[in-house]
């Protein structure tokens, strides 16, 4: 299971906390789920919070940044950076002070280990003060941009939205708690479908798919696809010859003897094997894969909605519209100005980005 470790100092915005906490959360919910993340807090240059002092516990403890500023209590020290993947570093002031020396000690030891290193907003002070951005690209929040290239002359300050990857160090201007720093990182962990789907999960208002499809697999026999256990599909078995196969192959009006026979195995057989590495039977599985590309098609393109069954293959917009609203909960019409509306507000620059999203 893979460790992302949020560094917080005195001072980091409650924000750049949570938002990472949510989209990680959420990286775990796709529709073909992954490994999820284990998201620890760990607090550096904190102090011991007064309950733990008088229990005689050591968890360290951050003051957050106003309004609103609060003390949290960490699970973790900087012992919580030991075995991560990705170590996350949040803002903690307006063109702040270096941290304390074991912090810079304990990002220069995450990097020399081979881990990822990021910095939401001012977080990069840290990593510069830590002589690991120099001679790289990276950027801060803009009222510290300035601030940032004067102190670190070695390092190359970059304005934008959008974060900066130089080598294993990301850095973003810490817009939205640095929601993009997070989801560039599923991405790179991942894949674009399932940063997108994290992303969405956070901020479009529907539910979430996966827990509409467990609700639907509950065990219940049907005359051509038997019970359905609520078990959870292999994140690898889309590389499967015959899933892939399936997904270039949805138009077709299949048959579990039709995928039987490009299998060149039973029907038994196959059924089996989906079982085994999906959960699910061979039609049920090519169902889901239908409305997935049905929401692919709603996100990313204009093709109109009653054009969608016949590249699909779910018949009629009657058959799209009852199995759409099985899995996510609303209509197509819906959910496309949903997500339109979403990417309108949160992602304005997105059809300019090249390779970003690519």
Known sequence: MPVVALLALDGAPAHQLSTPAMLFG?????????P??????????????????????AHPAVRTA??????????????????AATVIVTGYASCPAPPPPDVLDALRAAAARGSRV????????????????????ATT???????????????????????????PFLTSSGLLGGKDLCVRIIEEDHDEQTAREADRHLFLTLPNPSEALRADTAPRPTPDTGPAPDTAPHPDFTTDPTATWLEANLHRPLTLSDIAAHAGTSVRTLTRHFRAHTGLTPLQYLLRARVRRAQWLLEHTDTPVEQIPTTTGLGTPANLRHHFHRFNGTTPTIYRAAFRNLVGIFAPEDATRGDVDS
């Open 66 to 83: 106003a309004p609103g500023a609060m003390t949290v209590t960490a699970d973790h020290g900087l012992d919580g950076l030991l075995d």
């Open 26 to 34: 959420a990286a775990s919910r796709t529709f073909y789920r992954r």
């Open 36 to 57: 999820p993340y284990e998201v620890r807090v760990c607090a550096g240059g904190g102090t011991v919070g007064a309950a733990d002092a008088v229990a005689g516990t």
């Open 118 to 137: 990021a910095a939401i907003g001012t977080g990069t002070f840290a990593l510069a003060a830590a002589g690991l951005l120099d001679g790289r690209r």
């Open 141 to 167: 929040s803009w009222p510290d941009a300035a601030e940032l290239a004067r102190r670190h002359p070695r390092v190359e300050v970059e304005l934008g939205d959008w974060p900066v990857a130089d080598g």
